[in-house]
């Protein structure tokens, strides 16, 4: 039988909307414990027993991803906030993202969605504009950010080969358009 390796994180759970109490929600609740209709909850963080590959998958991406959704928001915090809900939500189909052809691939995913959409609508996310989500993250990544061919592609999860297309169609799009990136 394998063993699992598990380590302590934090995720930050946050509520969007006002809080039902149990009973509410159509579940059985003791009186005493449940929330008054409305009731709003702070945010808090919830203590999970995560898989020591996933802890160490994070931290390793966390610097880039941070990095990468600052860029697309414009704000330390909310780039920081960015990658911890992308990572929040690895958490929840790590299993599922392990069985794929490429971990890193789901994981820039889900980062990837939310920082092109902040991005699109920013001044400077007018590469979003022109070229598919995926080839403006390589250009962020590659041009933006500096960050070395192998390590775009290995943050994006796709290989070196399909990174330099994207890459020189975006270049060539970018070029036709006369903006700067």
Partial sequence: MQQRSETAGAIRARRTQPARSAS???????????????????????????????????TRRMTAYTRFATVCTGCRDTGAELAQEAFGDLAAVWEKALRSPSPAAVSWDLLSVRGSARARSRPGGSVYRLVPRLHGDAVVLRYRLGITLPETAELMGVGRLELNGMLRYATRRVTESGICV
């Fill in 24 to 58: 509410a929600a159509g579940c059985p609740e003791p009186r005493a414990c449940a929330l008054p209709s409305g009731t709003a909850v702070a945010d808090s963080a919830l203590e999970l027993r995560m898989p020591a590959a996933f802890m160490a998958f994070c």
